[in-house]
């Protein structure tokens, strides 16, 4: 009992005072969504997310117990079951909007998706500890990223584009801080962002161009793709061939290159049959919403549209015109910051803006003096994933970032994001309420 009291009085309630605000707040205008422009209020989303946000803050709380230094030995199994609920979600899941992600009966469901990144997290906390002694060898690097990558493909066959991206920002952070050699990092960034750039381009060119171009069709389009590939993939055998018979360094840099190129054109290739219309429809119309503006690119048009009618201080609260006339597609979860700044204006943003930057700075600062690698490593890749959440969702809704379905963590509606958030978010500061433990 004196345990639990220390533990109480040394969680930073700062973090979890500026959570509560954020779903305060998000309760508030998920209620302001379901309002019409006659003032009917059509949706109870709101009580759900009351009950969501107040179980997810005693999640919060329950998590904080949790002893840190015994978590390392159930991660295999919390991973393992969490990814066969995956596995079960992709053949007997529900369907919901297009994606075969949730798992429940009538209208209660979750998204095993979500609880898997903090699945991931731990799991891969613990092996990036216990391979300390590799250093960064290269055999290091592809089992950590396969611990990422498994989930990821089983997440993008739901298809869920969306939360599979989360999985690259979360592997990054708690990589560099675990000591994954920086090349590698640059050779999944590099990766990632070809193969985003040769999934979209090519799409796009094809909208608004009678005849593409051949330079691009050659990433594209068989068989021209395909004697691409061959010539990628025989390039780096010989580079692999020259780095162990003559041992010179820039064979090995041939080989690094030409493997990101191949590896990026094929999950290109992927994406253009794995992704469904609509989800490859919204990452073109991220270039020039002008494309579809009555289809894909209505949801940022209008978007844009209700920030900016927003001003310094906005139209008031249950005055907002781009949501009550129903304009604003998916406005409780995808698009609340659009609801939020015509209603509360720039001044609303940026109390959102200074309460997430106010939770990432105090998540940084509750790692003083812990020792644990694996406890570290663990709140880098929540930390990751709270700003990728939070950049990608409101960079979406400014109509700077791709449409991509990714929520904003404690605002948006919906339960399985914010329990698994709070989950984490309850560990970590479990791990800083305990960190100067030995």
Known sequence: ???????????????????????????????????????????????????????????????????PKRLPDYTPIIYVCTASMLIYTRFFGKVVNGARSWLGIGDFGIQPSEFMKIATMLFLAKYLESSRHEGSSIRRFVISFGIVLFPMVLILMQPDFGTALVFLPLYLAMAYVGGINRRYLVFITSFGTIAIVLTIVPLWQNLITASPSLALRLFYEAPYVYYILGVIAVTFILAVLGLRFFKKQYYYWIAFFASIFGLAMTASLAGHKVLKGYQLMRLVVFLD???????????????????????????????????HYRYLPEQSTDFIFSIISEEMGFVGGLVIFTLYLFILIRLVLSLRNVKSQFQI??????????????????????????????????????????????????????????????
């Open 1 to 67: 009992m004196i345990a639990i009291i220390k533990i109480v009085r040394s969680i930073d309630w700062f973090i979890l005072l500026a959570v509560t605000i954020l779903m305060a707040i998000g309760i508030l205008f998920i209620y302001s969504s379901g309002v019409t422009s006659s003032g009917e209020l059509v949706s109870s989303e709101y009580i759900r997310q009351i009950i969501w946000a107040i179980s997810g803050i005693v999640l919060i709380l329950m998590a904080t117990l949790l002893e």
């Open 289 to 323: 919403p002008g494309i579809d503006p009555l289809g894909a690119g209505w949801h940022i048009l209008q978007s844009i549209t209700a920030i900016g009618s927003g001003g310094l201080a906005g139209k008031g609260f249950l005055q907002g015109t781009q949501s």
């Open 377 to 438: 490593t663990f709140v880098s890749g929540l930390y990751g994933t709270i700003l990728f959440h939070f950049l990608i969702n409101i960079g979406m809704a400014m109509g700077i970032m791709p449409i991509t379905g990714i929520p904003l963590l404690f605002l948006s509606y919906g339960g399985s994001s914010l329990w698994a958030v709070s989950l984490g978010l309850g560990l970590a500061l479990g791990i800083g309420a305990r960190r100067y433990e030995t």
